[in-house]
């Protein structure tokens, strides 16, 4: 059974800096990689970023400005996005999912989800 659980979630002032983690379990790493997206409340889920497990190429969204980074330590079979650089305009939550096409940016390319972790960014 696969099961994704994200945290680190929560308020931060603007300008701040977070780093989610999504922990996994019953998945094959070689096949599934991970990705992570984001929905603010009235807003259609966006895509962050994804990584494949195994061979570690990442892709990111164009409109993310490079404030994103996403990692994944196999050993603990967790994947971590970091967050600099805050914007209020971040405050959505945050999901990890895992699914079979590399690089995927459409959730509907993604097999599995977490339950999410909110961040919320204050002025």
């Known amino acids: 059974q696969v099961k994704l659980v994200e945290s680190g979630g929560g308020l931060v002032q603007a300008g701040g800096s977070l780093r989610l983690s999504c922990a996994a379990s019953?998945?094959?790493?070689?096949?599934?990689?991970l990705g992570w997206f984001r929905q603010a409340p009235g807003k259609e889920r966006e895509f962050v970023a994804a990584i494949s497990w195994n061979r570690g190429n990442t892709h990111y969204a164009d409109s993310l400005e490079g404030r994103f980074s996403i990692s994944a330590d196999n050993a603990e079979s967790t994947s971590y996005l970091q967050i600099k650089s805050l914007k209020p305009e971040d405050t959505a939550f945050y999901y990890c999912a895992a699914g079979v096409v590399a690089g995927g940016r459409n959730p509907n390319e993604y097999t599995y989800w977490g339950q999410g972790t909110m961040v919320t960014v204050s002025s």
């Open positions: 019953g998945i094959d790493f070689v096949r599934y990689n």
